[in-house]
């Protein structure tokens, strides 16, 4: 999973960074060996060991931002904050469930999506890599999803801009495979729905552990889940100040693209599948 284009050039977060990564390497693995005796102990070991190690590397992480006067570091940490509440609420859900296969998955899913795109965009803007664009001035909701959805798109999947076509207004004949809601809140407020072809979220998946996936289970819904979450938290940071606030909810799935949606939205394309975003702001 690790990729050299992740290093930063900070030997001690680099070496988290490869750390967490084996980590994750290692949870996956317990994943495929779920019928071994010790299979419950392995995900509690490997789950308490991934949750301490992640809060004192974005201890140390953000102590280095300070040091250096990263300007974005109230952003950054609020990112941490949500994902470490993300794997305590995993956390209590695997234990709750005697560590349920689906729930591992989903966890697995989740974290994997997170931790790919954190390290590869968001992380490498503490050292002047991969600036957001339009980051300093207030967007529109239409134009803040589309400039999110088509940077995070190529983070993930290696491509470059020209790879992506975007249509506007959306397919309204497209139907998507996985497809989640999530609200908006704060001073613009409305919902979104992203939807995702089977062959898109495979494709993420392959980028983001280097296997292939024959069904959308646990693992493929809720590293789409983390996916629509990430557009949208990147979303609504691009939307927010000048006194504005706009955030978020959870991704929740939905059946489908619902009837009487508006027009508004867009949709991406890409030679390794397509994906849809639908938005309605009050």
Known sequence: MWKE???????TI???????????????AVIDDCEHADYKKKCADAVSFLYDYT??????????????GYKDIEAHKLQHKRFIITVGNFAK??????????????????????????????????????PSR????????????????????????GLSRGEITRTMPPKMNFKGDITFE???????????????????ARAIIKSLVARDIDELDEIARSAMAETSNIIGGKSTVMMSGDGRTCDIT??????NLREGWGMEG?????????MQVLLAVE
């Open 5 to 11: 284009e992740y290093r930063l050039g900070v030997d």
């Open 14 to 28: 680099d070496r988290q960074h490869q750390q967490l990564f084996e980590m994750v390497d290692g949870l996956l």
């Open 55 to 68: 809060v004192k590397h974005f201890q140390f992480e953000e102590g280095y931002q300070e040091s250096i």
């Open 93 to 130: 859900k695997m234990i709750d469930s005697e560590y349920d296969m689906k729930v591992v998955k989903a966890f697995s899913g989740s974290l994997v999506a997170w931790l790919n795109y954190h390290v590869a965009d968001t992380d490498q803007k503490i050292v002047g890599k991969n």
């Open 134 to 157: 339009g980051s300093e001035s207030l967007l529109t909701c239409l134009d803040s999803f589309s400039d999110s959805a088509a940077n995070v798109i190529m983070t993930m999947l």
């Open 182 to 200: 999530i609200g908006l809140t704060g001073d613009v407020a409305g919902k979104a729905v992203f939807a995702y072809s089977a062959d898109f």
């Open 250 to 255: 959870p991704p929740t799935l939905t059946a």
């Open 266 to 274: 867009f949709h991406l394309h890409t030679g390794k599948g397509d």
